[in-house]
């Protein structure tokens, strides 16, 4: 089993950046394929990006050109980076083994507790 530990969020003005990290222990985590997803106040949890064993990587519309989603093997560390966030991009992120569905990109396992991302001026 993979134990994941998101850090990294924090209080951002707009426009600004922010880097994303999520460190897992356990199991083989290069084996697995990686999300990160956010949950806004109210809304639904969502994929924001997601990226395979092999370094493929998939985006939201909304966040792409600004996003981007790294996996170091080596350290067992996800990362996002985002840039020119915009106070759409305020919710809580979370990192969570993600698995291929004939239907998309699919969450698999527990949640953790995320980190909190806040884009306000």
């Known amino acids: 089993q993979v134990q994941l530990v998101e850090s990294g969020g924090g209080l951002v003005q707009p426009g600004g950046s922010l880097r994303l990290s999520c460190a897992g222990s356990?199991?083989?985590?290069?084996?697995?394929?990686m999300g990160w997803y956010r949950q806004a106040p109210g809304k639904q949890r969502e994929l924001v990006a997601a990226i395979t064993s092999k370094g493929s990587t998939n985006y939201a519309d909304s966040v792409k050109g600004r996003f981007t989603i790294s996996r170091d093997n080596v350290k067992n560390t996800v990362y996002l980076q985002m840039n020119s966030l915009k106070p759409e991009d305020t919710a809580v992120y979370y990192c969570?083994?993600?698995?291929?569905?004939?239907?998309?990109?699919?969450?698999?396992?527990?949640w953790g507790q995320g980190t909190q991302v806040t884009v306000s001026s």
């Open positions: 356990g199991s083989i985590f290069s084996d697995y394929a």
């Open positions: 969570l083994i993600t698995i291929a569905t004939m239907t998309g990109w699919a969450p698999f396992g527990s």
